[in-house]
């Protein structure tokens, strides 16, 4: 039992090196520029204990920020079809993904501080760029793909600062299916590359419009 309890503590110890050499190394360097290796030798660790206790860079970094996840697996499963329906399932999973998430403070500061030259802000900037954007933008057709991609972003990620941080009603007491029945086909316009979400039929129709409840 000593063992065990030596070798919890040793693991925790070097966790926790690792996430402080991240902190540092990632506001220096931003996301893009950091490295593993790097931030291992930071640490003082091997850079398989990175994989071991995070899985990756985008996992290390979303540890980092305290949050829910990285969307970069998600996205990734959820587009290999294709985009044809993906506009409501990207706003239910970032729900979900959200709200299963055990502490948004910190990402949701940084996103409302997004336009500012915190290194903080710039290095999220940066991990959306490449761990959720450009993973949208590569499976979208057309020469307006990366303005279509940042749209999707920049639609999901106010409405994560309307529902949590700024609690705007009745979005933030909305439920999931709700938010998506109103969110989704704007998604899926600009995932399809509609000019307009109502040239998809998908929002204006004959029937009344959907309770947020």
Do not use: C, N
């Not at 931030?39 to 970094?61: C, E, N, Q, T």
């Not at 999220?124 to 749209?151: C, H, N, S, W, Y």
Request: hydrophobic content about 45%; proline content about 6%.
């Amino acid at each position: 039992m000593s063992g065990r309890s030596g070798r919890w503590r040793s693991g925790e110890k070097s966790r926790h090196k690792i996430l402080e050499a991240a902190r540092v190394r990632f506001a220096g360097d931003g996301y893009d520029r950091a490295t593993v290796r790097a931030i291992a030798a930071d640490a003082g660790v091997d850079p398989s204990m990175i994989s071991y206790f995070f899985g990756g860079k985008d996992k290390l970094f979303a540890a980092v920020l305290e949050a829910p996840g990285s969307p970069r697996e998600p996205v990734a499963a959820l587009l290999a079809h294709g985009v044809d329906g993906a506009g409501a399932e990207l706003v239910r999973r970032f729900l979900q993904m959200w709200d299963a998430g055990a502490s948004l403070e910190p990402i949701l500061t940084l996103t409302m501080s997004a336009g500012s030259q915190d290194p903080s802000a710039r290095m999220l900037r940066e991990f959306i760029d490449k761990e959720f954007t450009a993973q949208v933008v590569d499976r979208l057709e057309g020469p307006d793909a990366a303005m279509r991609g940042a749209l999707v972003t920049a639609q999901l990620m106010g409405l994560a600062v309307a529902r949590y941080a700024v609690r705007v009603e009745p979005i933030a007491s909305a439920g999931h299916d709700a938010i998506v029945t109103w969110a989704g086909p704007i998604v899926q316009a600009m995932l399809d590359g509609t000019a307009t979400p109502d040239r998809t039929g998908a929002i204006v129709s004959g029937g009344p419009a959907p309770s947020l409840s």
